[in-house]
């Protein structure tokens, strides 16, 4: 029972199955699209470091996406590197990252929408993805909510 109930609760995410090479190229596309508003607010940050702790990099891959925070390169060499797989799981997981402030503004809009034309995504895939994200962050709210409820 312990493990039945263990696998049914933990969320589902493949990251960690992608290639090594892959998961990099996941990071740095995250990497760039927390400096796409040239602010990375501490929301943000904690997003992005929660996401590249699931893409299992070695310490010397790490430091080197901490870098491409810094100073990160073009989108296009961010994109080269994605399967469509990673390119799924790192566009859903850059809409994460531009909502974690509680706003997308058009600079990350426009590259999340240039992300889904190079993944050939579908027209409305950013609007399907943001509401997504909206009742994600309303069911952790919820959850916030009962745990402040539980002390009373």
């Not at 796409?36 to 929301?43: I, S």
């Not at 893409?55 to 996406?65: D, K, V």
């Given at each position: 029972?312990?493990?039945?109930?263990?696998?049914?609760?933990?969320?589902?995410?493949?990251?960690?199955?992608?290639?090594?090479?892959?998961?990099?190229?996941?990071?740095?596309?995250?990497?760039?699209?927390?400096?796409?508003?040239?602010?990375?607010?501490?929301?943000?940050?904690?997003?992005?470091e929660q996401r590249?702790?699931?893409?299992?990099?070695?310490?010397?891959?790490?430091?080197?996406?901490?870098?491409?925070?810094?100073?990160?390169?073009p989108l296009d060499?961010?994109?080269?590197?994605?399967?469509?797989?990673?390119?799924?799981?790192?566009?859903?997981?850059?809409?994460?990252?531009?909502?974690?402030?509680?706003?997308?503004?058009?600079d990350e809009r426009?590259?999340?929408?240039?992300?889904?034309?190079?993944?050939?995504?579908?027209?409305?895939?950013?609007?399907?993805?943001?509401?997504?994200?909206?009742?994600?962050?309303?069911?952790?709210?919820?959850?916030?909510?009962?745990?402040?409820?539980?002390?009373?």
């Amino acid at each position: 029972m312990g493990d039945e109930l263990h696998a049914r609760f933990m969320l589902p995410d493949t990251i960690h199955k992608l290639s090594r090479e892959e998961r990099f190229s996941y990071a740095r596309l995250l990497a760039f699209m927390a400096r796409v508003d040239n602010e990375l607010t501490v929301d943000e940050m904690a997003m992005f470091e929660q996401r590249l702790g699931t893409a299992l990099l070695s310490p010397n891959q790490r430091a080197m996406i901490r870098e491409a925070l810094k100073s990160p390169p073009p989108l296009d060499e961010c994109l080269a590197g994605l399967s469509d797989e990673a390119g799924r799981l790192a566009l859903r997981d850059a809409v994460l990252m531009a909502a974690a402030d509680g706003e997308v503004d058009d600079d990350e809009r426009e590259v999340l929408e240039e992300i889904i034309t190079h993944l050939g995504l579908s027209k409305g895939s950013l609007d399907r993805l943001l509401s997504w994200t909206v009742e994600g962050y309303s069911w952790m709210q919820s959850g916030y909510d009962l745990l402040n409820d539980l002390s009373e």
